[in-house]
């Protein structure tokens, strides 16, 4: 809930969001008619000034803020883009042979043989 | 009976390690496009890539099956394959190219029938001056004369300069690379570096086969 005075006319405009239209609404009017009678209440006997609901609060028909699906769709693509990024500096440092076949396209050099890593039971002197 | 901490390790007849290599010895008849390789340098970008223990089954798998086999120990700094077979006390490579008659006598037989070792011998100041020696080649060459595969290890193509020259010595290289280990960038300057000195790179062995190495080595019997 927010107030704020619109540009230099002696107009209060008050605002109130929230994930209920019905219930923002009355919750504007609700804080417009409190503050008018409590002006009403102060300034009772005297000729001061008096406050008038000009506007009052309407439930809106669709959400002001983002909609789910726009926020769905921006954490996907920042998602995406994070991760991409990430596996690409891994990439970099890493720079690790991830496949034999990449290694043959990188150097032009077949792989003439693949030999693997030998378990200690397989050893002999 | 072994206090050493990077043993080399020799695959055990049927195992898959075996096949592997009988699978490189078969490749290797035939990437040299027509031309015998006689003389090969097993050679690496990087050191702990699997050079030495390349070169060790390499060896005892072509002289398995019938050939005569020549290892040099050419990596005079980390002598692997001469600490494999417990000759670091005999005179080796480097008192052969340092003495003035050449003579094949520096060779050790092993456990393997027809395999037989050219320890790296003491161990010289510049290991590289050394091998620049036009008596590098000529002993790579008679050894070649005399037995039918001179297979030699060498020190990593991108820390020192030994392996660029003896690179030039030799009919064919083969780079080995550690699947999990080795970076692309190191393994493409090695190769670079090799090819930039003219020698005749016939292809790549690439160590410690896991995931996508190991299906790529089923694809690749194919037929």
């Known amino acids: ?125 | 009976m072994s206090k050493k901490t990077n043993r080399l390790i020799l695959a055990a007849p049927n195992s898959s390690g075996a096949e592997s290599y009988m699978a490189l010895r078969t490749n290797l008849a035939f990437a040299g496009k027509g031309e015998p390789v006689k003389t090969l340098l097993i050679a690496g970008a990087t050191e702990g890539c699997g050079k030495s223990t390349v070169a060790l089954n390499l060896g005892h798998f072509a002289a398995a099956g019938g050939k005569s086999v020549v290892l040099i120990d050419g990596d005079m700094r980390k002598l692997a394959l001469t600490r494999h077979f417990d000759c670091a006390k005999y005179p080796g490579l480097s008192m052969a190219l340092t003495s003035q008659g050449l003579s094949t006598s520096p060779l050790r037989p092993t456990t393997t029938p027809r395999l037989w070792i050219l320890p790296s011998g003491p161990i010289p100041p510049s290991s590289a001056n050394l091998l620049a020696s036009p008596n590098t080649g000529r002993l790579i060459q008679s050894l070649a004369e005399a037995y039918d595969l001179v297979i030699v290890d060498s020190p990593p193509v991108l820390a020192v300069a030994d392996a660029s020259i003896l690179a030039t010595l030799v009919d064919g290289i083969i780079v080995v690379a550690d699947a999990k280990h080795s970076k692309r960038r190191d393994v493409r300057r090695a190769v670079d570096m090799l090819l930039k000195v003219h020698g005749n790179v016939l292809g790549l062995v690439v160590n410690q086969a896991t995931g996508s190495a190991a299906r790529f080595q089923y694809t690749s019997y194919g037929i």
Do not use: C, H, W, Y
Request: glycine share 6%; aromatic share 0%.
């Open chain 1, 1 to 125: 809930l927010s107030a704020a005075q619109l540009k230099d006319l002696d107009l209060l405009q008050i605002m109130a969001a929230g994930t209920d239209a019905t219930r923002v609404a009355l919750i504007a009017n609700t804080a417009a008619d409190e503050l008018r009678a409590f002006v009403d209440e102060s300034s009772a006997g005297t000729q001061g000034e008096r406050l008038l609901v000009v506007d009052p609060a309407v439930p809106p028909d669709a959400p002001s803020g983002p909609s789910a699906l726009l926020v769905v769709i921006s954490a996907l693509i920042a998602g995406l883009t994070l991760g991409s990024v990430l596996a690409l500096i891994i990439d970099l440092v890493e720079d690790r042979i991830a496949d034999p076949e990449e290694l043959e396209a990188m150097t032009g050099l077949p792989i003439l043989g693949i030999v693997p890593a030998m378990a200690s039971d397989e050893v002999r002197r």
